[in-house]
């Protein structure tokens, strides 16, 4: 029996794509889809997420990872408003040496505020470098508390270990830390560091900005 010639496709009436139309959620059984998107649109509120945590591990749980953020915070922020202040005043100094009348003598960090403002790209510029000192100076604690945050959701499911084991409470502080250098060492402790340095600068900036220029309007 002869078989029929085949089909050459008319590209003008149906151009030629290189997009694969058979999609991978179309593979799927039309139940699993539906469980899928169900799933998606019944992620748990705030409320929610707050009480299965008290159930599961009691008030004890809503202060996990508090220690590291204790460090980050009080260490940081006196980083960050130090350094703010060091680069301004190097920058004020710059300026005002550079406009004072020549044979005068003064010292570079030592500026006079009397009437000496910073100028918005000085408080930007500051406020930028500070910002990176402030997540470069103690970011391995940042990096220690979001372990300790996320061990037990990202904890693979073991059906050969026993229950006692796995309602096992996180560790401290320090044993987080030496584990995470045990295994991939400084590099570990820093890893994300170059993101979080570049949200930062831009963000640091922009509040110094503000709180300059509040600062000089209403001081």
């Not at 169900?38 to 509120?45: S, W």
């Not at 060091?86 to 920058?91: K, T």
Request: aromatic share 10%.
């Amino acid at each position: 029996m002869l078989t029929a010639p085949p089909r050459i496709p008319d590209f003008k009436t149906h151009p030629p794509t290189f997009i694969h139309t058979t999609s991978v959620d179309s593979t799927l059984p039309r139940q699993h889809r539906h469980t899928a998107s169900q799933r998606f649109r019944e992620l748990p509120g705030p409320l929610a997420i707050v009480s299965n945590t008290v159930r599961v591990s009691g008030l004890k749980g809503l202060w996990v990872g508090h220690v590291a953020t204790i460090i980050r915070e009080t260490g940081g922020t006196g980083a960050w408003f130090m350094s703010k202040d060091f680069f301004a005043s190097l920058l004020l100094a710059r300026r005002t040496q550079t406009s004072s009348l020549p044979g005068t003598q003064s010292s570079f960090t030592e500026v006079p505020r009397d009437n000496v403002e910073l100028l918005p790209w000085e408080s930007a510029l500051s406020g930028a470098l500070a910002g990176a000192i402030y997540r470069l100076s103690l970011y391995p604690a940042d990096t220690v508390k979001s372990v300790i945050q996320t061990a037990d959701d990202l904890r693979l499911p073991d059906t050969f270990t026993p229950s006692e084991r796995l309602l096992k409470r996180p560790g401290s502080f320090w044993q987080t830390a030496k584990a995470m250098y045990k295994a991939r060492g400084v590099r570990g402790l820093y890893a994300g560091c170059g993101m979080t340095v570049a949200r930062a600068v831009p963000s640091s900036a922009i509040v110094f900005v503000v709180y300059d220029g509040l600062t000089q309007r209403f001081a």
